[in-house]
């Protein structure tokens, strides 16, 4: 006989995530004004987001074990993987076809969800899932912008989309043993520990940045890498997966409105109507899920 696990969503949990999902949505932006080989502006973010983390760790008097390490390296090579593939194929594609492209990871995680971590999945959740999707699929095709379109960097955000995917619900699971700093930490190493090599064999350009991209960069490190990715480790034990990765769909709208404001890209009809969808789908998400008390998870 199988049980169910209870549904695990409290309101400060989807606090958390809507938090990261708004420091996410300015990522695709950074790529984009940073002037780096997408490996080589991958391996700048890993190491650079390790000192802070580690930084982090040192500030609160946390420490690692070599036993947490391991429970953290699945994720971490996951999100090496995730990070060669998005920053590259930023590089080759649009933001457009990268951000249609990944949004689609809700329906792989769905797939998943239920039989890792028992929770129910409902023909509503089914439903909302392909609104959601089809709000976010107006709002890429809707942009007014015009860059290159490459059926290579289209390949290479597959490849994320899987691989974000595969790491969010690792995350997932990790996040039952390990605190939030202690697995950022973790995932931080493993990925940087992954993408270097691969960078070397690569023979992608290692140069440093010049002028404003260190600015840029830092602003990249600290904001979608930092502060996103450990407020949405924190989440993951107060929100159930299945709603946790319908509200990050709505990254692809923040990257729309962020890149109106910085890239100078229009906002079209399409792109508004679409970003309502996307967004009004997500509440109604939220309010399905009524929050509860995270039972049996300790306290960080």
Known sequence: ????????????????????????????????????????????????????MAVSMVVTRRRITLAELRIAATGGVLFGVNVSFFFTALKHTSVADASLITALAPVLILVVAGPLFGERLHARDLALTATVIGGVILVVLGSSGRPEWSGFGDLLAVGALVSWAAYFVASKRARVHLGTLQYQTGVMLGAALFVTPVALISGTALRAPVGGDWAWLAAFVLLPGAIGHTVMSWAHRYVDVSVSSLVVVAQPVVSALAAAVFLDESLGALQLIGGAIVLLTIAAVVRSHRPLAPDGLPAE
């Open 1 to 52: 006989m199988t049980t169910t696990a209870r549904r695990t969503t409290s309101a400060e949990g989807i606090a958390g995530v809507a938090a990261a999902v708004a420091a996410w949505g300015f990522g695709p932006i950074f790529v984009k004004l940073i002037d780096l080989p997408g490996l080589t502006l991958a391996l700048y973010r890993l190491w650079l987001g390790l000192g802070v």
